[in-house]
């Protein structure tokens, strides 16, 4: 069996360059571990559905994002600037670089993470009671926040581990690894009888993330990389930070904060339907999320190093083949997604046309490649920024018209329009300002690559 890997490995090898070899050879491992936290989290999301219903599981995805929009406040856009010079560092072998951007991660991003945490504790019976209107948020909300520090640690780690392209391992800190300890407290709550609330679901979550922090940590420090001298070097990164901060909230608004703007305007039956749709969804760019994990530094070392050939060859292939991929899962929806739906209960079948529509323009999002990261690798944050924040207020404007008038299927054929015209305009501007063409087309015109 081995021997057939390794065949099968050095047949690849041949048909393709070195640098998309690397890209598969070690996004193949992740893609496993993502498929192994893909399973486990639908698995989680159907036995919460089935044991506290589409109300409860609203509940909890309305959590779960309010948290997501706060781990990403509070981090400052530092997850790109650690992978873009760890990535650079580790190709030189220079360990102190690395040492200096995680360390100033750790102290700067833990402090305004702890204390936007708790400031949004503090505000969290006027999110529920005023501004969401919805009383049973405010425990599992108070739970979710309370974690996100920690999760600010594995998520400045997990960059790391992609830096010094250990992508499997962060793939498993990421989201499998969470969802399967979440997955396994569950089963053992419902082993032993014990009664499961919204509020219990919620303690399980958080319980997981911190487990994940903790196994995060250790593994970062038996690397080495974890030198005890370090520069605290702030004022350097945080000018990098800015622009992809200000990208990071942006892209929040764009392909997170559906769910925060549904709740204004539908009950939680509604955005539990909505939660289980999107999360059918985003299953079509596993690949592409895998990839990304893989791409990211190559593109940045590749870039930095002149080797724009190398780097054109690369992106190139590495979307069509997550192009491909995503194709499949499309299908499966469209011939099986009324079954799949009724997983989570014969109500959430009801979400089918809100399933389709979101299936697509991931599609779309998946085909059009890795536009974004790069724009960050290659020294355009700024022009990435501008692009993301204007479709990401248009984006929010026509989310809030459309979630009005048309409820759920308003929001989501909100966010695949978003999702298409921002990935295009960023497509355009990947070969008019970097000179990259992404599918070889410009090539096949005549036109030369310079």
């Known amino acids: 069996m081995k021997n057939k890997l390794r065949m099968y490995f050095k047949r690849i090898q041949v048909n393709t360059d070195v640098h998309t070899f690397e890209v598969f050879k070690k996004s193949s491992l992740a893609i496993i571990v993502k498929v192994i936290g893909m399973v486990c989290g639908i698995v989680l999301s159907v036995l919460v ?39 650079i560092a580790k190709n030189k072998n220079e360990s102190q670089p690395i040492s200096d951007v995680m360390h100033t991660a750790y102290w700067f991003n833990g402090l305004v993470m702890f204390s936007i945490s708790v400031i949004t504790i503090l505000l969290s019976p006027w999110l529920v009671n005023v501004v969401f209107k919805k009383p049973a948020l405010l425990y599992p909300l108070i739970i979710m926040i309370s974690v996100t520090t920690p999760q600010a ?23 499998t690894l969470s969802s399967l300890i979440s997955l396994l407290l569950l089963s053992i709550i419902w082993w032993l009888q014990i009664e499961i609330t919204i509020e219990v679901v919620a303690s399980v979550y958080a319980i997981g993330r911190v487990i994940v922090t903790i196994v995060a940590g250790l593994h970062w420090k038996q690397s080495k990389n974890n030198n005890r001298q370090f520069r605290f070097n702030l004022k350097e990164y945080i000018r990098t930070a800015l622009p992809l901060y200000i990208v990071s909230i942006a892209r929040t608004l764009t392909n997170q904060f559906d769910i925060i703007i549904l709740a204004f305007f539908a009950d939680p039956i509604h955005v539990g339907l909505y939660a289980v749709a999107s999360r059918l969804a985003l299953l079509i760019v596993f690949a592409l999320n895998v990839t990304l994990s893989t791409v990211s530094p190559k593109i940045a070392y590749l870039y930095a190093s002149g080797k724009k050939t190398e780097l054109e060859t690369m992106i190139q292939k590495t979307t069509k083949i997550s192009g491909v991929i995503s194709l499949i899962p499309m299908i499966i929806y469209l011939i099986f ?7 989570w209960g014969p109500q959430f079948i009801s979400a089918f046309h809100v399933l389709i529509i979101l299936s697509l323009g991931q599609v779309i999002n998946v085909l059009t490649g890795s536009v974004g990261q790069i724009l960050i690798m290659t020294g355009e944050e700024v022009l990435q920024s501008k692009i993301t924040i204007i479709f990401a207020v248009y984006g929010l404007i026509q989310s809030i018209i459309a979630g009005h008038l048309y409820g759920i299927i308003g929001i989501a054929y909100s966010q695949t329009i978003n999702i298409v015209l921002v990935n295009i305009v960023k497509s355009v501007y990947v070969y008019k300002r970097r000179n990259i063409d992404m599918y070889g087309l410009y090539k096949r015109r005549g036109q030369n690559i310079s």
């Open 49 to 87: 559905a089935r044991m506290i219903g589409a109300e409860g599981l609203g509940i909890i995805s309305l959590s779960n994002k309010i948290a997501a929009f706060i781990l990403i406040i509070g981090l400052v856009g530092m997850p790109s600037v650690i992978i873009k010079e760890v990535a």
């Open 153 to 175: 640690f594995s998520r400045i780690l997990s960059s790391g581990m992609k830096g010094i392209k250990k992508i499997w391992q962060s793939s498993l800190v990421d989201n």
């Open 337 to 343: 997604g009324h079954y799949i739906l009724g997983l």
